[in-house]
């Protein structure tokens, strides 16, 4: 059964499945990876050596492969480990639903899928739900015990309120410590509070990741005629006659803000639909990550 067969419900409000899932995404795609750099192995430099499965991914140096298209290991390298910070949007919006899943499920899949990434490689994890009805964290441990209750936590968390325009924000970030925070939000903003929590979170320290997500409907927009659309977070109800051009043409400019905006505060950015695969932020995450140690 491939893993995409088993993106339920099911699977996404247990800690079971949760585990099931993100074991099989982070095991294959590594299996894919060491795969593809069979054909590097047995080239030797002073001061690198080809990457062979099994050596710890904190050791690949990125730079070199931007400039080889293979993967080295730096060999003098000094083991560090660091605090990856999940943040997750816990906003009512979080609960729109596409593909038979919705916003904050899909959410946990990927939180779950690099905390596991993450615990194999030695780092610490910690979690923060965020709305205005509730703000929680989980402290950053590292092992598999941990990663257990991160997981326990993960599916506790539920969609309700908005997301924050002020308080409570400080509690997401440890002045002075380097770590990475990665945000997973549908960026549903009334003014521009998730833009303002970002902008403090991203610091000479921080490593900031924004995975935006949205549901197929949302991007496609396949509706005809007058449509009446409610707001999960305020109820307000709109009647909406635009057609799919024009909603695309307005989706486009929106995103295109987004976009620009992070490249400015100098915060990766990602874009995911509810049903897509999910390796692809894998690569972005390992590259970042190096880039803090």
């Known amino acids: 059964m491939s893993v995409q067969a088993l993106v339920k419900s099911e699977n996404l409000n247990s800690v079971?499945?949760?585990?099931?899932?993100?074991?099989?995404?982070?095991?294959?795609?590594?299996?894919?990876?060491?795969?593809?750099?069979?054909?590097?192995?047995?080239?030797?430099?002073?001061?690198?050596?080809?990457?062979?499965?099994?050596?710890?991914?904190?050791?690949?140096?990125?730079?070199?492969?931007g400039r080889s298209d293979r993967y080295y290991i730096r060999q003098a390298e000094v083991e560090t480990n660091i605090n990856i910070r999940f943040v997750v949007d816990s906003s009512a919006s979080m609960n729109h639903e596409d593909e038979g899943i919705n916003k904050l499920q899909y959410a946990r899949l990927l939180a779950a899928t690099l905390g596991y990434l993450a615990v194999k490689q030695g780092d610490a994890i910690s979690l923060t739900g965020f709305s205005d009805k509730d703000i929680f964290s989980v402290d950053g441990r590292q092992g598999r015990h941990h990663y257990q209750r991160f997981l326990y936590e993960l599916i506790r968390i539920s969609g309700s309120g908005k997301w924050p325009v002020d308080g409570g924000r400080d509690r997401l970030f440890l002045k002075g410590q380097k770590q990475m925070i990665i945000v997973f939000t549908d960026f549903f903003e009334s003014e521009s509070e998730i833009t303002d929590t970002l902008k403090l979170f991203k610091t000479r320290n921080n490593e900031v990741i924004l995975l935006h997500l949205l549901g197929r409907n949302e991007i496609e927009y396949d509706f005809k005629g007058f449509q009446v659309f409610q707001d999960l977070e305020t109820g307000e109800k709109v009647q909406s006659g635009i057609d799919a051009r024009q909603y695309k043409l307005k989706l486009g400019e929106y995103l295109g803000r987004v976009r620009k905006t992070m490249m400015d505060l100098q915060i990766s950015y990602e874009l995911f639909t509810l049903n897509q695969d999910i390796t692809k932020v894998l690569p972005l995450f390992l590259k970042k990550r190096n880039k803090l140690i």
């Open 16 to 65: 079971e499945g949760l585990e099931l899932l993100a074991r099989l995404i982070v095991e294959g795609y590594m299996a894919g990876l060491n795969q593809s750099l069979k054909t590097g192995i047995g080239q030797e430099f002073s001061q690198y050596r080809s990457y062979q499965p099994g050596d710890d991914l904190r050791l690949l140096d990125w730079k070199m492969y």
